[in-house]
C-alpha cells in the first residue's frame, strides 16, 4: 500500500468500500469532495483514490468462506455461532 491510498476487496466487479483500508487524508478529501458534489454512495469514495484491490475469491480462498459474510442483525451472529 505504500503508493496506493486504499485497498478495497473486489467482489462480483465491484470494489467493496467496508472492509477496506484507506489512509486517512486521502479518504477526507474522497469524502469531501463526493459531498460537495451532492454524492453520498459510500463506493463513491474510491474515485480520484489510487485503491490497491484483492479479489475476494482470493480472500475466501486464504480466511474461509464465512471470512466476507455479512453480519447486520442478532440473528445473523447466531446463525454464525450454529455452523
Known amino acids: ?8 476487496i473486489v467482489d462480483e466487479g465491484y470494489r467493496r468500500p ?3 483500508v484507506f489512509r486517512t487524508a486521502p479518504l477526507r478529501a474522497a469524502v469531501r469532495e463526493r459531498r460537495a458534489a ?3 454512495r ?3 469514495v474510491f474515485e480520484g ?6 479479489s475476494a475469491a482470493e480472500i475466501r480462498e486464504n480466511y ?20
Open 49 to 54: 483514490m489510487a485503491v490497491e484491490t484483492v
Open 18 to 20: 467496508v472492509p477496506a
Open 64 to 83: 474461509g468462506e464465512r471470512s466476507l459474510m455479512d453480519v447486520n442483525t442478532a440473528h445473523d451472529r447466531v446463525e454464525i455461532d450454529r455452523d
Open 42 to 44: 459510500l463506493r463513491s
Open 38 to 40: 451532492g454524492d453520498r
Open 1 to 8: 500500500m505504500e503508493s496506493s491510498d486504499a485497498v478495497a
